[in-house]
């Protein structure tokens, strides 16, 4: 998210929002007033996850300066970007997202330039704009600026890159706007809290801040590391490296760490020390998952009579809708056949706000195919399960492109709104052939900035001494695990092998689809992976 800023910043309407939601944020980390720590923030904690808008018009409205991760507006920015084929590309793998910063940039000089551009003193990724408020200190996260703004350390800024797309005026006064001094995440900033940020959270004065971590990325750093020893799991005395933290909200992030830099094409990274010190981070991501999951629900015909049963469920409260849906697939499904194979007829391509990874193509849309005539509530539930499939198998294939680059993922972490969902974890075992791990404690990403802010407060030396430190990091806050096998028990693992198998080729025929129909309708195409998966696979066979 970018937020861009006068010297004089002007009270925006969000502004008391963010610190309702800031201090409920600290609170409930366990930082309260007399505690001398303060969690480094991250960027869930100010923005709408419901809306796919901006919160920056077109009219340059000063008082909604705040751009959206994802807002697409800028993919145009973007595609050019990417054909300057510059160096820098190779550690986004290959292709510039429009939902990183450069491209919301130049869209910013080009479409506001007296409104916006000309009058900004500073632009900010969301977790350093909210340190900035809170400490003063201009100092950027090492975690936002390598990820998300083409920053290299040590080398810092490539001149060459922002001359080229046409940003060179954001490297005068030594970068200034863009940050001309990093810090690694949980580094101490200034002198903690100044007296104003300090009033408004309730807070001590100096109370120390953490240099901050994407939500997501601190979302990995809060479950990557749990002490799974004596589950049995795969990644069991193997390295970090055999796991991925899969972030799953409004999107989802898919977080695989290594010792040496890996080059996956269409995944974002490598990045040195962007979640945890000292390792590369390699990060995919599907753009839109709990938010498809809520567009496909409550846009069907049935959804009011979904609302109406989950309501006559629990008459007091209501049903959560996804569980009602969860528990009316499974009696849907007969004793011998399991609720994956319901959906064996109807197939999605979940694209429908374009594709993060793999295939880094975010003018990529969505498919449905299957569908009747009826709109039933069986149907909505039919398709509700169809989407998480297709979102599975969406994992499945970032899961591919990193193995194929040299990861050896052995074991799923989950974490997010999503990982509540008993229906979207199991369909993910399944799909992948992966256990998955879930920590009792849910908020993965309170437990990442709370790991920030002992940092900065020095009650922790580093978030990461050793690996065995980092292990210890959940469970030293009572992380207790869950593990969700990927073989139901109604099913043997031959029949598992082949649903999943006869599943991912019918997905893979929905990509290649996708690519001949707009390559006949002479629109550019950029899959460059094989789609379509042999038996040979390893994931599949």
Request: aromatic share 6%; charged share 15%.
């Amino acid at each position: 998210m970018l937020h861009g800023c006068e010297e004089s910043y002007p009270k925006c309407g969000e502004e008391s929002g963010t610190r309702d939601r800031l201090r409920c944020h600290l609170l409930s980390s366990g930082f309260g007033p007399k505690l001398p720590a303060c969690a480094g923030q991250s960027g869930c904690q100010v923005r709408d996850q419901g809306q796919l808008q901006s919160r920056t018009p077109g009219d340059g409205d000063r008082q909604r300066n705040v751009v959206m991760w994802m807002d697409h507006r800028a993919e145009e920015q973007a595609a050019r970007i990417t054909n300057t084929g510059h160096r820098v590309l190779s550690r986004v793998g290959g292709v510039m997202s429009p939902e990183m910063q450069p491209p919301k940039l130049l869209w910013l000089k080009e479409n506001l330039q007296e409104s916006c551009w000309s009058k900004a003193a500073h632009f900010f990724d969301l977790p350093d704009f909210l340190s900035w408020k809170a400490t003063g200190s201009l100092t950027r996260s090492l975690c936002t600026l390598v990820c998300k703004w083409t920053y290299c350390p040590p080398e810092g800024w490539d001149a060459s890159f922002w001359t080229s797309i046409g940003l060179e005026d954001l490297l005068e006064n030594n970068s200034s706007k863009i940050g001309s001094v990093t810090c690694s995440p949980g580094s101490l900033l200034g002198d903690g809290l100044t007296q104003e940020a300090a009033a408004d959270l309730s807070l001590d004065a100096g109370t120390a801040v953490g240099a901050s971590l994407i939500d997501a990325h601190a979302g990995g750093l809060g479950v990557i590391g749990a002490d799974v020893k004596g589950f049995n799991l795969p990644c069991e005395d193997q390295p970090i490296t055999s796991r991925m933290a899969m972030i799953c909200g409004t999107s989802t992030c898919h977080m695989a760490i290594s010792e040496q830099p890996l080059f996956v094409p269409g995944v974002w990274g490598p990045c040195l020390s962007a979640m945890v010190p000292g390792m590369w981070l390699n990060e995919g991501g599907q753009s839109a998952t709990g938010r498809l999951i809520d567009h496909i629900v409550k846009g069907h015909a049935a959804y009011t009579q979904l609302q109406e049963q989950a309501r006559q469920r629990v008459p007091i409260t209501g049903e959560n809708i996804y569980s009602y849906l969860n528990s009316h697939l499974s009696t849907m499904a007969s004793s011998r056949s399991p609720v994956d194979l319901l959906a064996s007829g109807l197939h999605v391509w979940p694209d429908f706000h374009g594709n993060r990874s793999p295939l880094a193509d975010p003018s990529l849309k969505g498919m449905v195919v299957g569908l009747p005539l009826s709109q039933t509530l069986d149907d909505l539930a039919l398709l509700y399960l169809a989407t998480v499939q297709a979102l599975a198998l969406g994992t499945l294939h970032i899961l591919e492109a990193m193995k194929e680059a040299g990861h050896d993922i052995r074991t799923l972490f989950l974490c997010g709104g999503l990982s509540k969902n008993a229906l979207f974890v199991q369909i993910h075992a399944n799909a992948t052939g992966l256990p998955v791990v879930l920590p009792n404690q849910m908020e993965a990403v309170l437990i990442g900035a709370a790991v920030l802010g002992a940092c900065a407060s020095q009650d922790y030396s580093s978030i990461q001494s050793n690996k065995t430190d980092l292990k210890n990091i959940p469970n030293s806050h009572g992380t207790d695990l869950i593990i969700i096998d990927s073989v139901p028990p109604s099913a043997g693992v031959n029949q598992n092998t082949k649903r999943r198998w006869r599943k991912w080729q019918k997905w893979g025929k929905l990509c290649n689809l996708t690519m001949n129909s707009r390559a006949s309708m002479g629109e550019s195409t950029k899959c460059s992976c094989n789609c379509l998966p042999t038996r040979g696979s390893t994931r599949l066979s």
